[in-house]
């Protein structure tokens, strides 16, 4: 399994890995996942990662709203992930 998608899945759609995994795999699954409550596995992955993210969030998510929220989750999503990237403490120097 990747990313909870059937090996088969990832097979049959090769430009899967050609997808940032955290910018745009990760994102789509989430917010299937979390606010959509849509296990991912009953979308295909070559039409999870085929669609930008409008047509993702209203074609898959099916979103009524442009996008939006879809929009939003990314955002609040990436401002997470930097605050989180930024409280990892330095690295000692052993001297």
Request: glycine residues 4%; proline residues 4%.
């Amino acid at each position: 399994e990747v990313c909870q998608f059937d090996y088969f899945e990832v097979a049959r759609f090769p430009a899967y890995f050609s997808y940032p995994l955290d910018r745009v795999i990760k994102l789509r699954y989430e917010y299937l996942r979390d606010c959509k409550g849509i296990p991912i596995q009953l979308a295909r992955v070559d039409d999870v990662l085929r669609f930008g993210d409008r047509e993702f969030a209203t074609e898959i998510a099916l979103d009524d709203d442009n996008g939006a929220a879809f929009a939003k989750f990314a955002e609040e999503r990436d401002c997470s992930l930097r605050m989180r990237k930024n409280r990892r403490k330095p690295r000692r120097r052993h001297h």
